[in-house]
């Protein structure tokens, strides 16, 4: 019984360590992204990569990690609060990418052939459709709730945040390998934010991904007959 609670608290301290290097990546992708950006007056492609890249690379990770038991910034505030916390980074997140894709669609030499550009494509939709499913599992609704109980409106609210998140972070990896990367930062420097990138996105979803398949056992139990 010593042994795992030992092997239960080591993990709890991996993972508050992993957590608090998270913050130190975003905090250090943020605010790459903010100099970048200002460098070319937040014009044109560089205030798409600004809007979008702060709204998934920095807003969505915290909100995905805002239940996350380790986070040093929500550790102590209460569920509901955390809840709050977590709606609010969404819902400015989610405006900032829909506005930042919204600028790159009206633009008339904009093409979708490329890997990065459908991807960011789907992430913007997905992103929309997260908005008001996650307004709808914050308030539910009495006419939703008549068809979906709570828990399998956070389960799927879980599921669908986590696959519009992974939308997201692919199509901000795929950028760095676009003209604008290309010809604007140090090609020596890109890999560094590869893999950075990599680093937020897994280290990002350790939490949901917990939350999610507690969730997916409570479901199955659910389902069996009794």
Not at 2 to 23: R, T, Y
Not at 45 to 71: D, E, P
Request: net charge positive.
């Amino acid at each position: 019984m010593e042994m795992c609670n030992s092997s239960a608290s080591s993990w709890l301290q991996i993972q508050s360590i992993l957590n608090s290097v998270n913050h130190i990546l975003i905090f250090l992708v943020a605010a790459f992204f903010f100099v970048l950006a200002k460098s070319l007056d937040f014009k044109d492609t560089a205030m798409h990569m600004f809007m979008t890249g702060i709204g998934f690379h920095v807003l969505m990770a915290q909100a995905l990690m805002s239940h996350y038991k380790v986070n040093p910034i929500t550790r102590w505030i209460s569920h509901k609060n955390k809840s709050r916390y977590h709606g609010l980074l969404q819902l400015v997140g989610g405006v900032m990418v829909l506005l930042g894709g919204l600028g790159k669609f009206s633009q008339k030499d904009v093409h979708f052939n490329t890997w990065h550009g459908r991807f960011g494509v789907a992430a913007t939709f997905g992103c929309a459709a997260s908005i008001v499913g996650g307004l709808v599992n914050f308030y539910q609704p009495k006419i939703v709730l008549k068809k979906l109980p709570p828990s399998e409106l956070r389960f799927r609210h879980n599921v669908f945040g986590l696959l519009t998140f992974t939308l997201g972070m692919v199509a901000i990896y795929l950028g760095y390998y676009s003209k604008f990367f290309t010809r604007h930062v140090d090609n020596e420097f890109i890999p560094a934010l590869m893999l950075t990138t990599t680093l937020v996105y897994f280290l990002t979803i350790i939490g949901p991904t917990g939350s999610l398949l507690t969730k997916l056992k409570y479901r199955r139990q659910k389902q069996q007959p009794q």
